[in-house]
């Protein structure tokens, strides 16, 4: 399978996106696809590799770029896996 080695998109299943994003506002994310950022339904290339409408909703797209360092990613990675965690619990 071919892809962009920088892209990465998540799906937060069970996870209301309206109340994600507030909570990791100081990392640089998109909820649509990269051509059609100002799209406000679910993103189409999403829908076309068998994603539902629920699932491509629920969707996040990370950007790694060459100046990002490890310890950026890791610090990422930490604060999402823990907001994640907290909204899980109040579900």
């Known amino acids: 399978m071919r892809r962009l080695p920088n892209n990465l998109n998540i799906t937060f299943l069970g996870i209301d ?7 990791i506002s100081h990392i640089a994310v998109s909820t649509g696809s990269a ?3 100002k799209a406000v339904e679910p993103s189409y290339v999403l829908r076309a590799i068998g994603l ?9 797209r990370f950007g ?14 930490d604060s999402i896996v823990e907001a994640v965690r907290t909204l899980r619990r109040n579900i």
């Not at 539902?52 to 996040?60: C, E, F, L, P, V």
């Not at 790694?64 to 990675?77: H, K, L, Q, V, Y």
């Open 17 to 23: 996106l309206s109340r994600l994003l507030p909570r």
């Open 64 to 77: 790694i770029g060459r100046f990002n360092t490890e310890g950026e990613i890791i610090s990422a990675a």
């Open 52 to 60: 539902s409408d629920q699932n491509a909703s629920a969707s996040i």
């Open 35 to 37: 051509c059609s950022s």
